[in-house]
């Protein structure tokens, strides 16, 4: 059973920055595909940024080039960097594994339906 533990949100305010990680207890990870997702209030859950077990990374166009993906197979905990925020990022950020039943992920998509593992999220909160 894949366990995910995120951390590091926080309250910061519009231009600041975090860094998010998500601690992964499962032998497994370096062949995962991973991401991050965010859910505002009353909204459905959408995916923010994707990493493969090469490190191909996707991201939604809203946070190209102000959040960065990335993952430490030496310490199985991945990564999103927040840079620029803006209120609109605001938001509960869960992220998410996806373990193939052989082989190496590459590249996986951004709906929640293609990923199997769900951390319980950390809270970022951006004020203007």
């Known amino acids: 059973q894949v366990q995910l533990v995120e951390s590091g949100g926080g309250s910061v305010q519009a231009g600041g920055s975090l860094r998010l990680s998500c601690a992964a207890s499962e032998y497994t990870y370096s062949s995962a595909c991973m991401a991050w997702f965010r859910q505002e209030l009353g909204k459905e859950r959408m995916g923010v940024a994707s990493i493969g077990s090469q490190r191909t990374t996707m991201y939604v166009d809203s946070v190209k080039g102000r959040f960065t993906i990335s993952r430490d197979s030496d310490k199985n905990t991945l990564y999103l960097q927040l840079d620029s925020l803006k209120p609109e990022d605001t938001a509960m950020y869960y992220c998410?594994?996806?373990?193939?039943?052989?082989?190496?992920?590459?590249?996986?998509?951004?709906?929640?339906?293609?990923?199997?593992?769900w951390g319980q999220g950390t809270q970022v909160t951006v004020s203007s």
């Open positions: 998410a594994s996806y373990r193939p039943p052989a082989g190496y992920c590459l590249s996986r998509g951004l709906r929640t339906v293609d990923y199997d593992y």
